[in-house]
């Protein structure tokens, strides 16, 4: 009996382990796919991650050169914008010291009157400043009887205004008139000039 009971108790125990090995497997098994559907979401996501960073980047390099495109053509701009400045501040100062020569704007002033009246009949009126007046009324003085009349007009600076229609028309030849006319010729080359 002892042997029966001996092999009764070692069959209760192997059962025992069969069923803990089985337990065992089946837990072991759960805890695999558990793991592996672990490792695969956090693959998933990381793939994501990857992919939405990889986006992100792409993106910011795009806005980034953007960006250093367009601080160029800003620099580009506020160079040009320099350059003209200067360079119409120094025309004008130029173009101011030659028409505030009386001698010169007394020279324009009856070529341009001339031409004013040689196609069109009526009166001319030459505006200058008090300085120029003088000189200009002794180089037109033949002209007085064709109708030109020299007035002074401080507003008129360095240059001539010529004033026709009863003073209804008025065509300004005063530095800064001058000066601008001359500008805007310069800055379509100068601009080129800048971007090549």
């Known amino acids: 009996m002892t042997e029966d009971l001996q092999h009764l108790l070692e069959k209760i125990n192997a059962?025992?382990?069969?069923?803990?090995?089985?337990?065992?497997?089946?837990?072991?098994?759960?805890?695999?796919?558990?793991?592996?559907a672990v490792l695969d979401a956090a693959a998933q996501e990381a793939g994501q991650i990857v992919a939405a960073a990889k986006q992100e980047a792409d993106a910011f390099g795009r806005r980034a050169e953007e960006t250093i495109r367009q601080a160029a053509r800003d620099t580009v701009l506020n160079i040009e914008k320099s350059v003209t400045a200067m360079l119409t501040g120094l025309l004008l100062k130029d173009v101011n010291a030659a028409m505030g020569d009386p001698d010169l704007v007394a020279t324009?002033?009856?070529?341009?009157?001339?031409?004013?009246?040689?196609?069109?009949?009526?009166?001319?009126?030459v505006a200058v400043s008090e300085k120029l007046a003088d000189a200009l009324r002794v180089k037109l003085a033949g002209m007085a009887k064709d109708g030109v009349t020299v007035v002074t007009d401080d507003r008129a600076g360095t240059g001539f205004k010529v004033r026709l229609a009863g003073g209804h028309v008025e065509h300004d030849f005063t530095g800064p008139a001058v000066a601008d006319a001359l500008s805007r010729g310069?800055?379509?080359?100068?601009?080129?000039?800048l971007k090549s």
């Open 186 to 193: 310069l800055r379509p080359r100068l601009a080129s000039l």
């Open 108 to 125: 324009l002033a009856g070529e341009a009157v001339r031409a004013y009246l040689s196609d069109n009949a009526g009166t001319a009126d």
């Open 15 to 36: 059962e025992g382990v069969e069923r803990a090995n089985a337990e065992a497997g089946k837990i072991v098994g759960e805890a695999n796919a558990r793991a592996k």
